[in-house]
């Protein structure tokens, strides 16, 4: 059949230009204006803010321009970019969340999961924002234009991209190559053959621990669940079961068969401490990335059912240690699954991962659960929902930018959600085999010596990242008589000085039982004093 209707290639090129900037960006645009919508300079501003639009306009024509000297190329390649436009611009919709390198690593790694993390709107972007506009590219015919017309147009476009440039702030060029569709995703598969791609290789030579070393597990009881909460930002300090002024862990106080230990983070951010926790590594021999598998792979290789659900974003930790360790157990999953269980905009919190840990605590076998919770990451008055909010007024957003009593109000309100969290799950366990512990992965500056946050690596001493952790067992494991003499040996360290992270690796073995010659007994809390 033949084709009824043409387009000059330049006019196409600048209207399919327009289109990808336009409809794909309307969230974006929205945002960006807002943002430079200000009572002051409003004039300037808005120039700085069509020059972002101009040099998205700019940036995507010559790269059709470039890639027109073969038109079947330019229709595939634009029939390609409709479809990725068109996810990214679901997914920012609906999740608002950029379509970038890591959840490409994310969604390619899970891609078993598809189906939880899309729904029927999506048929309607693709017909309209891909579909359709796929048919109309590969029906229609493009007549070129004469070189020097071509080379006319390259011209004005570089000039005026440069112009804009120019123009605009670098840190307003950098806005633009991550904000900007379809430039930020097609910036993002780039980096992730960088970033993602390379590390691969490194994480395939990551050896099981059972290939060094020797473990045993004689399996005592059956259906043994072994529970793992890693806590955000936590300090001990801040607790009343610690003796803190305020009244914040009224449900962990209550609790029979919990001790309660004081403990030095290794490290003051989330992924070097928690690869510090689940390494048999301490820190004297810590290695970013062990060429070892961490206790995961250990309890994996023993017969246990391996889980790791987080409240964190995986997009946080980039290709880091987290992922990879998520990685290694049979089940795992990040907050984007969380969240296609909510509302849209529902805030997440903690206590969502409570379905998913209640829907796998029944089934038999012997189950090792990693839960990561959220915490008290910074910017504490998100962390805890409205009725847990019982220290009035909060500090909203920032803990800088607020005066130090706000910042404290917000804190504790978080850390009297966390003994919710904590206590909920405890409290799901009491009819079962379960052995459960807490270990936070640091603690956090609130305004001591004017400094918030996690502070500086080498403050990593200061009692600010003094953290709690705790061992739990249930009655029916402490009918047991050897997991009872492990509790009794660790309930007599409670208070016991010079505890960290060195100690839990070891203490996680030795209290579920496993024996190997890699432990170092005299870090474990369960092993009876000499």
């Known amino acids: 059949m033949k084709i009824k209707y043409s387009i000059n290639e330049l006019i196409l090129i600048s209207f399919i230009s327009l289109f990808l900037i336009i409809p794909y960006n309307l969230q974006t645009i929205k945002n960006r204006f807002g943002f430079y919508y200000q009572e002051d300079l409003i004039f300037y501003n808005l120039i700085i803010f069509l020059s972002e639009i101009l040099i998205t306009f700019c940036t995507i024509f010559l790269s059709f321009l470039i890639i027109n000297f073969n038109q079947k190329l330019l229709k595939i390649f634009l029939t390609i970019l409709f479809f990725l436009s068109t996810v990214s611009f679901y997914i920012l919709n609906k999740y608002g969340t950029i379509f970038d390198e890591v959840m490409i690593a994310n969604s390619l790694s899970s891609i078993g999961h598809i189906n939880e993390v899309i729904d029927y709107y999506l048929t309607f972007y693709l017909l309209f924002g891909a579909i359709i506009p796929s048919i109309f590219v590969a029906k229609i015919n493009i007549s070129n234009v004469k070189i020097k017309t071509k080379l006319l147009a390259l011209f004005i476009v570089t000039a005026c991209l440069g112009s804009c440039i120019l123009i605009a702030k670098k840190e307003t060029t950098k806005q633009i190559y991550t904000s900007y569709s379809p430039i930020n995703y097609l910036g993002s598969f780039y980096k992730y053959f960088q970033r993602f791609h390379s590390t691969q290789d490194k994480v395939k030579t990551r050896i099981d621990l059972d290939k060094i070393y020797d473990f045993n597990y004689n399996k005592e009881l059956e259906n043994l669940n072994v529970v793992l909460i890693l806590g955000e930002s936590l300090r001990a300090d801040h607790l009343h079961i610690n003796g803190y ?75 880091g240690m987290l992922n990879i360790m998520a990685r290694e157990t049979d089940d795992y999953f990040f907050i984007d699954r969380i969240r296609t269980t909510l509302k849209s905009n529902q805030k997440v919190y903690d206590e969502h991962l409570l379905p998913f840990f209640y829907k796998i605590l029944p089934n038999k076998g012997n189950k090792f659960i990693v839960l990561h919770s959220f915490g008290s990451h910074i910017r504490f008055n998100e962390r805890s929902p409205e009725k847990f909010k019982i220290f009035r007024d909060e500090c909203i957003g920032l803990a800088s930018s607020c005066e130090k009593p706000l910042v404290i109000n917000s804190y504790d309100n978080s850390v009297f959600y966390t003994d919710h969290f904590i206590s909920s799950v405890i409290s799901s366990l009491k009819d079962t085999n379960s052995i459960l512990f807490y270990i936070a992965d640091h603690g956090v500056f609130l305004g001591e010596n004017n400094i918030y946050a996690n502070g500086n690596s080498d403050q990593i001493d200061e009692k600010i990242h003094m953290v709690p952790m705790f061992i739990y067992m249930t009655d029916s494991v402490l009918k047991n008589k050897n997991y009872h003499k492990k509790f009794i040996n660790a ?14 690796f070891d203490s996680i073995m030795d209290c579920v039982a496993i024996k190997s010659n890699s432990l170092k007994l005299d870090l474990s809390l369960c092993k009876k004093y000499k």
């Open 491 to 504: 309930k007599s360290k409670i208070g016991t000085k010079n505890i960290s992270h060195d100690n839990v």
């Open 245 to 319: 002024k305020r009244q914040t862990t009224p449900n962990l106080e209550k609790i029979k068969n919990l001790l309660n230990y004081q403990v030095k983070a290794s490290f003051n951010t989330t992924t070097p401490s928690i690869t510090s926790i689940l390494s048999h590594r301490t820190k004297a021999d810590f290695i970013d990335i062990p060429p070892e598998k961490s206790i995961i792979s250990v309890f994996k290789n023993l017969g246990f059912k391996t889980y790791w659900y987080s409240a964190q974003s995986s997009k946080e930790f980039g290709n």
